[in-house]
């Protein structure tokens, strides 16, 4: 900022401590916009979560992590429609570290596939399904794995590029 001053009074100490003084303000307001703007999105949202779920009407718990609190809010926002299966896709796959299917038929089953893969807020997910989905369904959760002989010859070190389904299909 002293640059924008006359060549005479970049040297005043008055000036330069001035401007010193603005600098940190203008700093901090840069570092309030920056955290305002994280804000409007959820991928980044922090103390901004409570405002989301407040709106939404989910009980906000801080003692789940940011992710898990995102989560709880993204299945909420894509819980509005028809209850179908992509709806229950898109809000499992919103939990979900992986390939998910899910077959809608007399009952809800919800196929988790992968090798390793976690899922963060399985109680949240079960949650967000029962407040949607309607109460004569019967909702079901099966964890799909592929074992080790199923692989031959080749590693998991060889296979971790690919997806489950590729790797269930040979499609490597």
Known sequence: MIGYLPTYERKSKVFQEIMKAAAKEVDQEYVDIKSLSNQ????????????????????????????ERRNAIIAKWRGIGKVDKNLIQLITESYAVGDVSVVFNHAITIYLLGVNETM????????????????????????VYITYGELSPSTYGDLRSFTYRQIKNHDF
């Open 40 to 67: 409007l999105l959820i991928n980044t949202a922090t103390w901004g979560l409570a405002i989301y779920e407040q709106e939404l009407g989910i009980q906000t718990d801080i003692n789940k992590s940011y992710e």
């Open 120 to 143: 963060i807020g399985m109680k949240d997910l079960l949650n967000s399904i029962e407040e949607i989905k309607p109460a004569h369904l019967r909702l079901q959760i099966i964890y």
